[in-house]
C-alpha cells in the first residue's frame, strides 16, 4: 500500500508561472513532511519541510501547504524557472523513522 | 552543514564479482543510515536501516546476504553488492539522520553497473 500518494506525475510549467505539487497521506501519526528535489544523476536534496502544528511554510520562492483534516499537502513554486526543472519527492515520517516517498514529479520550466 | 558522500559516485564490474560503495557523515555524527535504490524514473526504495554498532534492518524483498551492510562508525556505513549481477544495476543512493526527530540528508548517490 503506497503510504504517500504523490501527483501529478508530470508537470510543464512556463517560466514566471507557480508550479503546484500535491502529496496526500493515510497514517495520521506522520509528523513530519518534507520535500526533495532531484536533479538527473544527482542524490535528493531537502527543499523545505513542515510538521503538522503550523498550516503553511515559505522559504523563499518555496511555500509548503499542510491541511491535517483532509491529509495533504502541497509544494507550491512561485515565480517558476528553468533551473527548478528537476524531479520533486514529497516524503512522511512519524518521529524520525522510516520516510515514505511520493512517486515523483518531473517539472519542467519551460522559458 | 549535514554533508554526506558517497564513494565511487560510478562504478562498472563483471558479473559474479563484489562491489563496495561508501557512505560519510562528513561534518556530524549520523546515528542511523539508509540505504536506498531508484530505478529510472522512479521512486527512492528503502533497501534497509542501519545504526551504529548494530545489525541492519532489511526492508522485505531486500537479501540481505546480496546486499551487506556495515556501520562501523557514527560517520560511516558501507554497502557491499556480493556476486553482482547486471539485474543489480541501478542507482544507489544513501542518507543519514542525527536521530530523533531530525531529517535524512542524501548522498550524491552511486551508479553501479554490472556487464
Known amino acids: 500500500q503506497q503510504q504517500v500518494k504523490q501527483s501529478p506525475q508530470s508537470l510543464i510549467v512556463q517560466k514566471g508561472g507557480i508550479s503546484i505539487i500535491n502529496c496526500a497521506y493515510e497514517?495520521?501519526?506522520?509528523?513530519?513532511f518534507p520535500w526533495y528535489q532531484q536533479f538527473p544523476g544527482k542524490g535528493p536534496a531537502l527543499l523545505i519541510a513542515i510538521r503538522p502544528d503550523v498550516s503553511e511554510k515559505k522559504e523563499g520562492r518555496f511555500t509548503i501547504s499542510f491541511n491535517k483534516s483532509a491529509k495533504q499537502f502541497s509544494l507550491h513554486i512561485m515565480d517558476s524557472q528553468p533551473g527548478d526543472s528537476a524531479t520533486y519527492f514529497c516524503a512522511a515520517s512519524r518521529a524520525g523513522n522510516q520516510f515514505y516517498f511520493g512517486t515523483g514529479t518531473s517539472l519542467t520550466v519551460i522559458p | 552543514g549535514a554533508v554526506v558522500s558517497q564513494h565511487p559516485s560510478r562504478v562498472i564490474c563483471k558479473s559474479g564479482t563484489s562491489v563496495k560503495i561508501e557512505c560519510r557523515s562528513l561534518?556530524?555524527?549520523?546515528?542511523?543510515m539508509f540505504w536506498y535504490r531508484q530505478f529510472p524514473k522512479q521512486s527512492l526504495m528503502l533497501m534497509a536501516t542501519?545504526?551504529?554498532?548494530?545489525?541492519?534492518?532489511?526492508e522485505q524483498g531486500v537479501e540481505k546476504d546480496k546486499f551487506l551492510i556495515n556501520h562501523a562508525s557514527l560517520t560511516l556505513s558501507t554497502l557491499t553488492v556480493t556476486s553482482a549481477h547486471p539485474e543489480d544495476s541501478s542507482f544507489y543512493i544513501c542518507s543519514a539522520s542525527r536521530g530523533g526527530q531530525d531529517t535524512q540528508y542524501f548522498g550524491p548517490g552511486t551508479r553501479l553497473t554490472v556487464l
Open positions: 561534518d556530524f555524527q549520523a546515528t542511523t
Open positions: 542501519s545504526n551504529e554498532g548494530s545489525k541492519a534492518t532489511y
Open positions: 497514517n495520521t501519526a506522520f509528523d513530519y
